[in-house]
Antibody, heavy 122, light 108 residues
Framework: EVQLVQSGGGLVQPGGSLRLSCAASGFTFSNYATSWVRQAPGKGLEWVSTISGAGGTTYYADSVKGRFIISRDNSKNTLYLQMNGLRAEDTAVYYC???????????????WGQGTLVTVSS | EVVLTQSPGTLSLSPGGRATLSCRASQSVTSNFLAWYQQKPGQAPRLLIYGASNRATVIPDRFSGSGSGTDFTLTISRLEPEDFAVYYCQQYGSSPWTFGQGTKVEIK
């Protein structure tokens, strides 16, 4: 059974940093790209970032480019999102997501994590 | 950027009814790379359809997707109580990959 278990959310001040983690199990982690998708309170879904299975290729939404860094440790079956320079508009539930291809070039999501809330406020 | 517009915003139907949800793209979706997701309150989304018309694993056959180019449709043939939720389309053919704003299917 595919499982994506997230951790690391919370309250952070504007300009601060936070790192999200996503521990994967039930599939060969390195064979699949993974993404982060977020959802602001009461709003729709927004794609944030994708990383290929091997970790060599990354993609970012313009809204987070230069501030967020996606990475993965295939030896630990874990995906990360390092968020720097956080802004109020980054407040959202962040979902870890499995992509059913290795490259991540055309990423839709076949499995989702449970979500973790990030609140940026003073 | 491909902008996806979903309509209607809210669909009020009775159990057993037929739901037709629309997703229109501002430009042609590459290779019809369009997915549909269902989201219930407090839960993560769930994949229903990929490639415009392919049902995901364990999705009941009352859910079907159709369309190509710029116009796509999700049809739920006979609404079950568990189908009342918000539905999102997503295009994944052109970066940045974008979602529609959602259609809420509510009980009439």
């Amino acid at each position: 059974e595919v499982q994506l278990v997230q951790s690391g959310g919370g309250l952070v001040q504007p300009g601060g940093s936070l790192r999200l983690s996503c521990a994967a199990s039930g599939f060969t982690f390195s064979n699949y790209a993974t993404s982060w998708v977020r959802q602001a309170p009461g709003k729709g879904l927004e794609w944030v970032s994708t990383i290929s299975g091997a970790g060599g290729t990354t993609y970012y939404a313009d809204s987070v480019k230069g501030r967020f860094i996606i990475s993965r440790d295939n030896s630990k079956n874990t995906l990360y999102l390092q968020m720097n320079g956080l802004r109020a508009e980054d407040t959202a539930v962040y979902y870890c997501a499995k992509v059913p291809t290795r490259s991540g070039s055309y990423p839709y999501v076949d499995f989702w994590g449970q979500g973790t809330l990030v609140t940026v406020s003073s | 950027e491909v902008v996806l517009t979903q309509s209607p915003g809210t669909l009020s139907l009775s159990p057993g009814g037929r739901a037709t949800l629309s997703c229109r793209a501002s430009q042609s979706v590459t290779s019809n790379f369009l997915a549909w997701y269902q989201q219930k309150p407090g839960q993560a989304p769930r994949l229903l359809i990929y490639g415009a018309s392919n049902r995901a694993t364990v999705i009941p056959d009352r859910f079907s997707g159709s369309g190509s180019g710029t116009d796509f449709t999700l049809t739920i043939s006979r609404l079950e109580p568990e189908d009342f939720a918000v539905y999102y389309c997503q295009q994944y053919g052109s970066s940045p990959w974008t979602f529609g704003q959602g259609t809420k299917v509510e009980i009439k």
